[in-house]
Every structure is written in structure tokens, then in C-alpha cells.
């Protein structure tokens, strides 16, 4: 299927009136396998851009929604990606939609499901970056954080990465990961902190980027002021969205306000973290990863 004008994969369809669509192609064209025609389609990102937040709340509503595709005769589920983010300068007052079709859905026609994790598919092309050393998509930083809100129902956060996170007072137990600097993950929480005081786990970073540092404040009610503890740093580029799991792992199993220590005197054996992801998805169980 090749997307043009207004048209977007899956059969959704919007025009903006005082905004623009533009579509960021993603990767080499490939068998449709939503539409009943069969046919081709183009992976990519399609943003809409515009100050109307009427429109956009519309948009927001017409995308929301789940597709159906089917391998043979099995039925699959795949979640449309939304991102929402603010932009600056000029541009305040606008909100972006940033609409990911490819991280959920098969990579080609022999990408086999891999595991279903709440309502989330992972195809076989997610365990081979997984199991390759390759960039954690929010399929995967997702499904691991349904996996943990659903073992631990009681913590506050642990949201869909693609979605708005609703402004919520200070609370004790808030665990988040989420994506910044264009390409990295990181864990917020707010487990072991004094009132009004936050926690970034970064594993590659030793600052909070004036962007990450505005979305963070936007999801509580109250000032609040951010500070990283002092955690293992990854080696290479490509673990950050790893280590930023386990590092949610340890905080929603840890019970002691000292967790910020515990971890900073904590060690990841790097080379073994990936396939213990691995083994979580395949039970369904996040466990710690020391």
C-alpha cells in the first residue's frame, strides 16, 4: 500500500485544516497484510502537525484504535503507535502526532509471532533484535512494562510510551520509562525519593536535557525537582531501552526507600541482560536482572 495525500495505512483517514501531514519513510516496501486485496505498503512515520487541539483530539480518537491482520488462518493484533510531543520556539502552541506503523506489525511475510504479552504481539523480528544487540522498539520497552504493572498493580505510571501521561499529584511509587534525546530510554521514578523529588535512571547520560526535564515536570501537578543517582553506565549505544527495563525491574521489586543506593551498588552483567528479557517474555514474568 503506498500512503499519499491524507491516506493513512490501516484505513484511517483525516485532513487537516490549518496544520500539514508529513510521511517519513522508514524502511524498503513490502506485502500488505491488512488489506483484503493484498497489494504493497511503505513502513514509515506520518506526523500531523497543527495548532487545532480539536482536530487533534479527533485525530487522537480516529487512531486510537487496534488493526487486524491475520497469518494464514491465525488472527493478530497490533497496536497503531502514537507519540504526542510539544514542540518549541515559534511553534509552542502546536502538538504533534507522530504515528509509528511499523513498530508493531510484521516486519514481512515470514515474520512469525514470536509471544503475545497484554494485548501486544512480538514477532520473531523482535526477538532478533533482541537476541542481535539492536535498538529496543516501544513494542518491546512496552510489553515489558505490562508485564510489570500487571505483576505489581499498585504502582502508579507504567504507561503506554506512545501515550500522554495524565498530570497526577507527587505520588511515592510512580515508575515511567520513557524516550528521549531522539533515540534513548530511561527509567523515572519517584521510589525512594523525598516528597516532590524524582529520580532519572540513565544509563548512558549524566544529565536530565532541558526537553526531557519539561516533560517530566508536565506529568505532576506540583513542582518538583529531578536528580540522577549514580547507576551503571552501559558500554556501547544500542542497551540503553534494556537497561532502562531492569532498572524499572528494581524498582518496582524493591520495598526500601534506599533503593536509589541499592541499585547504585548494583552490576548488570551486560552480556546476559538481553537474554533474560528474552526468558521474561517467553513466562510472562519480569524478574530481576542481577
Known sequence: MVLCGSEIRGGACSET????ITCRVTGSRQHSKDLLQGGLEIPCVLTFDTGDKDLISKIRKLLITTENFKIGDEPVIAETEI???ETTGDSSKKRRIEIDCESYVPLNDDDEIWVRI???VLYMSG???????????????????????????TLQGLGLTFEDQPCIDWVDNYIQIAHCRGNHWIAISTIGCDINK???????Y???DTNTEHNIKT???????ISLPSVQKQLGLKDCGVFAIAFATHLAYSTKCTNHTLLSEKQFRQDNMRSHLINCFMTRSMTEFF
Do not use: C, W
Open 118 to 120: 497484554e494485548g501486544i
Open 83 to 85: 507519540k504526542s510531543v
Open 127 to 153: 526477538m532478533n533484535r533482541l537476541s542481535g544487540g539492536l535498538e529496543l522498539t516501544e513494542a518491546i520497552i512496552n510489553s515489558a512494562q505490562k508485564l510489570l504493572k500487571s505483576q505489581f498493580p
Open 198 to 204: 524524582i529520580h532519572v535512571y540513565d544509563s548512558l
Open 206 to 208: 549524566s544529565n536530565v
Open 219 to 225: 506529568i505532576f501537578a506540583s513542582d518538583v525537582s
Open 17 to 20: 485544516r490549518n496544520g500539514r
